[in-house]
């Protein structure tokens, strides 16, 4: 732990505390999950496929409510917040990297990263464009652009909002080796450099181990690895 003074709330010394998270579909999936993520820290979660790593992470960002379990944000539990307020920390606070791009097909790459602008009230980054190796693709259609190109522009439109948890899916799912390292270093940069966290879901050990703690889920429960 970082910060050891006792008499400090989680909020300052957790930026996200899960605690005793269980759920199931039509079979148990998984129970009794407990993990916390500092400022500055980032934590890959691996698994075989079918696990359940997306659905935990789904439940850490908001998405899906466990069937027991509170997960704790400003010291509060994000499923016991008004709608608004909660519409509120995915809009600001949260950046969630899914699977699936979801960019907007009818719009340029530069529109959809202004999108991100006008609701955060944040520019841009033109250096973060160069280091994503997209700026030169700004003016083309989504539908024009490669795969990867499409990855990481979406990976470019959550940065823009300048989150302070980065929930990932695959982040480097649709990139080459190189490439997905490149992107990897762009996320772990951001992290270090804006005080904040990131919580990645990944099959890649390669990049799991370069996160300050990994986890693997494995017959319902989550085994701290590094």
């Known amino acids: 732990m970082k910060n050891s003074n006792k008499t400090t709330s989680s909020l300052d010394t957790y930026l996200l505390e899960a ?24 934590i890959a979660i691996i698994g075989i496929s079918g ?24 010291d509060q539990n994000i499923f016991n917040i008004s709608t608004k307020s909660l519409l509120d920390i ?5 950046g969630i990297i899914f699977q699936a791009h979801y960019l907007f097909r009818g719009f340029d790459a530069n529109e959809n990263l202004e999108i991100a602008s006008l609701l955060t009230g944040n520019t841009v980054d033109q250096e973060l464009l160069n280091k994503l ?12 652009l490669s795969g990867g190109q499409q990855q990481r522009l979406s990976i ?28 990897m270093d762009v996320l772990f940069d951001y992290v270090e450099l804006n005080n904040a966290g990131m919580i990645l879901v990944t099959h890649e050990e390669e990049i799991a181990y370069r996160c300050d703690k990994v986890y693997k889920l494995n017959n319902n429960k989550l085994e701290q690895l590094k």
């Open 90 to 94: 995915r809009r600001k606070d949260f």
């Open 156 to 183: 470019a439109r959550v940065l823009t909002k300048k989150p302070k948890i980065i929930f990932a899916d695959e982040p480097t799912g649709n990139l080459d080796t190189q490439t997905a390292l490149e992107v």
């Open 51 to 74: 696990s359940g790593k997306s659905t935990l992470l789904n439940i850490f960002c908001s998405l899906l409510t466990p069937n027991h379990g509170e997960v704790l944000y400003a």
């Open 19 to 42: 605690k005793n998270i269980t759920h199931n579909f039509d079979y148990p999936l998984f129970e009794d999950i407990n993990i916390s993520l500092e400022k500055k820290q980032t």
């Open 133 to 144: 190796k997209i700026d030169h693709v700004m003016t083309q259609g989504v539908g024009e």
